[in-house]
Every structure is written in C-alpha cells, then in structure tokens.
C-alpha cells in the first residue's frame, strides 16, 4: 500500500453514536414495550417517526417516515408519545461520562457526538480502549447502549460507528484506511445521497475504488464542487478539528399538523406557540438575532420560504411575531394551504455561545414534531 502523509501525524477521534436513543429510552422506562416494535412520534395520515426500535426497524420502519407508512409496514407497531425532558436528561448523563476523559466533545445532536482523546484526562494510549470504556459506562449508568467508531479523523470515525450496529464498535487504523474506503459501497460514504449514489452507479462507481480512479478534476466536472470533496475523503483526507464550541447559527422549530390549514387566521394562531418557544430560548440564553426566516410546507410538498433581516436585533416577543406574521402575510398567494409551519431566527448575537440546543413539543394524537438541531 502506498504511503500517505495523512498518517504521519493523526489524530485519535471517536464517534459515538447512540442506538435507537428516543426509542430505547421509552423501553428502558416502560418494561412493557421492551422486545416490541415502537415508534417515537405520531401515527396516522400526518404523524412522523422520530426514532423507531430496532424491533421496528427490521419492517423497514426509519426515522422521518410518515406514521402511516410506518404502521402500514409494522402493523403491531406501538406509537409512543416524545418525552424530550427525558432525552435531554439522558443526553447529559452520556455528555458527563465523555467530558470524563476530554474537554474535546463535539455534541452533533442530543444522541452523538465526536471526541478527540488524542491527549486525555485518563492517559490511555489506546482511543479503542476509551470506547470500550465508554460504552460500557453508558449502559451501567443509562441502561442505554451506544455504538462506537474510532479512527483518527472525524469522517472515517463517523462512517465505522454505522458499521457494527447496535451495540457494537469498529476500528479503522490508519494502515487499513485506504483499502477500507476502496471496498466500501458509495452509498456509504457521507455526503453522498440516495440520488448521487444511484447516478454514480450508473457510470460505473460502485465503490470507492471506482471513486479513486478518478482525477479531481473529472470528479469536479461530473459532480461540480462535491467531486473535490469526494476526491479527498476517498483518501482519508479530513483534516476537521474536534469542535467543542460547534458554532449554532440559528434557532428554530416547526410543526407538521394534523389536518391542512388553509385559513390565514388559523396559521398564524398555530404560529404562536412556536413564535414562543424560539422566544423563549432567546431570551433565556440572552442571544438575539436580526433575521426571522418563516418555512411554509404545503400539502404537496412544496417547501416555501421567506426571510426578513433587521437592523438590530430582535427582542421582543411581540417585534418577532409581528415580523413573522407579515412574512405569512407576504406569501399568502403563492399557496393554498401548509402542513408544515416553522421559524427560524439566525444573525445571533453569539453564534456557537452555549451548548447546542434542541427546541420542542410535546406529540400529541393530533401533531407531530420535527425538533430543529443546531447548524
């Protein structure tokens, strides 16, 4: 195998990823749905799943599937209500036994997150041996199991903990980097879809092999700016750092409804609770921003959006309702009716400040939420 300076000087990175983490909680909490198929989230014509059981998941059942489509290929499936106080809580436990053996923690969501143990609190040399360790505290003091991938960068870390789940680990040294990537499917890599993997399929990339013989610059011409990137990954070359201070440029939340709302009035009653909540979270962490964007989904589909920037920041309850009113107001004619409403308001004043943060509601019979993570 021919040398490579990529693995002259690396990094130790961890990925951990949390197994069917809304899912096992509510099971770890509720005996009763333990071995049974569950959904977190809505059922029916308008519900979505938020995380699904591996139970489930062998019908094919994923997360952001439509309750309907769920339930029509797990007919015993359970719908279980979102309990984020729950989640939060357990997310903090997992955050405090990494924070443990490194200050590098780079939470991508409530359920994973990257750490760099290269140099760590508990002088172990060995990154394989962190994971073992982590792991095996996150289940003795969660009764969660987490899976785990371990490399030395951030992409390789991220696609081995996919490999052995659940419950399982995988280690990609840097000797076995390049030939690992050479036999893996493209529609494993990250960064590359469902559509660009079939599309690669059908010149002949089945691999990343097939990828590598390919020059940056025949990449670039059939793939546009994503061929430099899938240039560098098939050859390790991913330079990130661990980021503990990932930068979180907006604050948001959306919902999807029951039924369509069609009546103007209607919406912009259901645009209130959401308005507070992003409020809300502003003015708790004291992080203002100036651009209110409003997100409009219509019953086919169609994802409609506008944006209105201030020149200072927003910090009033009523500026921000009334901006995100007159965003509604402004786009009435280019729909009928939505499914989905949302805001967003980015230009913080401290972007990154603070942890990520996760907005919410509460599932009910009748709606379902799609929590906005950090950027």
Sequence with gaps: MASNPTYLLYRK????DMDAFFASIEQRDNPELRGKPIAVGGGGTRGVVASASYEARRYGVRSAMPGMTAQRLCPNIIFVRGRFPAYQEASRQIRDIFLDYTDLVEPLSLDEAFLD???????????MQIAIDIRRRIE???????????????FLAKVASDINKPNGMKTILPEEALDFLAKLPVEKFLGIGKVTAERMKKMGIRTGGDLR????????????????????????????????????????????????????????????????????????????????????????????????????????????????????????????AVRLLGISVSNLEREGAGEGMQLEFDFDENESIKPKLPD
């Design 13 to 16: 990175i961890i990925h951990i």
């Design 117 to 127: 143990v290269t140099e760590n609190k508990k002088s172990i040399n060995s990154a």
């Design 140 to 154: 003795a003091e969660t009764g969660l199991t987490a899976s785990a991938g371990v490399s030395f960068n951030k």
């Design 213 to 336: 013989n390919l020059t940056e610059i025949e990449l670039s011409q059939r793939f546009g700016k994503s061929g430099r990137y899938y240039y560098r990954i098939v050859r390790a070359e991913d330079h990130r750092p661990v980021n503990p201070h990932r930068i979180r440029k907006s604050i948001g939340a959306e919902r999807t409804f029951f039924e369509d709302v069609s009546d103007t009035a209607e919406m912009k009653e259901r645009l209130v609770p959401i308005i507070e909540t992003v409020f809300d979270h502003m003015a708790k962490h004291d992080n203002f921003g100036r651009t209110v964007t409003l997100k409009m989904k219509t019953p086919e589909f169609k994802i409609i959006s506008r944006s209105r920037s201030f020149g200072g920041e927003i910090r009033s309850l009523e500026a921000l309702q009334q901006a995100t009113f007159e965003l509604l107001d402004g786009s009435r004619e280019e729909f009928e």
